[in-house]
């Protein structure tokens, strides 16, 4: 019999998400009812994403497991409603994106590419180092930190690694805990937060751990806001002991237009654009675990509650 799928993904993603879930329910041979409704006891897993308005999820009493359209689950990992295992997102096309993000925006501020359109009248040389003397610190060694890691590292940057458990890294120099942050910190030119947001994480960047930073280094996060203690780093910004960040993310979504982020002159705000889930390749990854589940094997992308991600 065809499993029920509930989509409780908000509006917009059953128009996007419909025909490549149900073309990738066809390609791995999975029987499955996709639905945008339907009676709670009925459903046997449910793809969300944050954005709907399914917050209780009580009566899915039938509900097997709940498959994150998203890869933070900050929003949805202490529900305490929700009792199924939960998975998050980790797609081939959002981690392309991201990787693509963060290159971008290193090699912006490695190559000084603003002082490069800032001087275009006159002629001004200032011929940038090599990559390879240039140090960049990766806080998250995940699907996307690692993925991002070894791209910078393709570069020629040498990447400084933080997680919190050990990790072996080819081509990565590899740390984690406390003291692992500030020798990470402690060297790098170039930081970005590709952390979850959790308790343990939050504020990660402050004014003790952005001081420890070489004078002028330039911060990327399209991690999540609350990574980054944002008075720190404004007196940072101001104070001259961080030369620029570039901040997709923020505490409060949209970012209000009051906030001094907007007007930094060292600032670039972009708009929770890093990486998005891309449907196509996303699907497949809905459509394995609906297949794993089906089977009795092990869920991918499992987040562990506990730790929050
Ligand atoms: N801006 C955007 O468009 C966008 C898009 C997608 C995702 N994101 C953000 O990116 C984040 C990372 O995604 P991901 O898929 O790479 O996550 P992930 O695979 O779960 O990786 C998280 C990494 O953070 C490390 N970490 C967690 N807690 C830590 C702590 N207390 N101290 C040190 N390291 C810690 C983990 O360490 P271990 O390896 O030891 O577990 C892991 O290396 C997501 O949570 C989301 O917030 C943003």
Redesign the pocket.
């Known amino acids: 019999m065809a499993a029920t799928v509930l989509m409780a993904a908000g509006p917009g993603n059953w128009e996007r998400y419909n025909a490549p879930l149900r073309a990738a329910l066809a390609e791995a041979g999975v029987a499955a009812d996709l639905v945008q409704e339907a009676a709670p006891e009925t459903v046997d897993y449910i793809v969300y994403a944050p954005s709907a308005p399914l917050q209780d999820f009580t009566p899915y009493s039938r509900c097997k497991a709940v498959l994150s359209l998203?890869?933070?689950?900050?929003r949805i990992v202490g529900n305490p409603t929700l009792t199924q295992p939960l998975c998050?997102?980790?797609d081939p096309g959002?981690?392309e994106?991201?990787v693509e993000?963060v290159t971008g925006h290193a090699l912006r501020y490695h190559l000084g590419l603003d002082r490069v359109l800032a001087t275009q009248d006159r002629w001004a040389p200032a011929v940038p180092p090599l990559a390879r003397e240039r140090p960049v610190a990766l806080?998250?060694?995940?699907?996307?930190?690692?993925?991002c890691a070894g791209a910078l590292a393709g570069l020629g940057f040498p990447v400084l690694?933080?997680?919190?458990?050990?990790?072996d890294l080819p081509g990565i120099e590899c740390h984690?805990?406390q003291d692992?942050?500030k020798t990470v910190l402690s060297q790098a030119q170039i930081v970005v937060t590709?952390?979850?947001?959790?308790p343990?994480?939050e504020n990660?960047l402050n004014a003790e751990t952005l001081g420890w930073l070489p004078r002028g280094a330039a911060i990327i996060n399209?991690?999540?806001g609350a990574l980054i203690d944002d008075a720190a780093l404004l007196a940072a910004l101001d104070a001259g002991q961080v030369g620029a960040a570039t901040l997709?993310?923020f505490r409060v979504e949209p970012l209000p237009r009051d906030h001094p982020y907007w007007a930094h002159p060292k600032v670039t705000v972009t708009p929770?654009?890093?990486?998005?889930?891309r449907p196509v390749t996303a699907a497949r990854v809905v459509v394995e675990n609906l297949r794993r589940l089906r089977d009795g094997e092990p869920l991918l992308?499992l987040v562990?509650r506990a730790?929050?991600?």
């Open positions: 998203w890869a933070g689950v900050e998050r997102m980790v959002l981690t994106g991201m993000y806080l998250g060694l995940g699907a996307l930190g690692a993925a690694g933080w997680s919190r458990t050990p990790k984690h805990g692992g942050l590709l952390l979850p947001a959790t343990g994480t990660t399209p991690g999540r997709d993310v929770h654009i890093a990486a998005e889930t992308h562990d730790e929050g991600y």
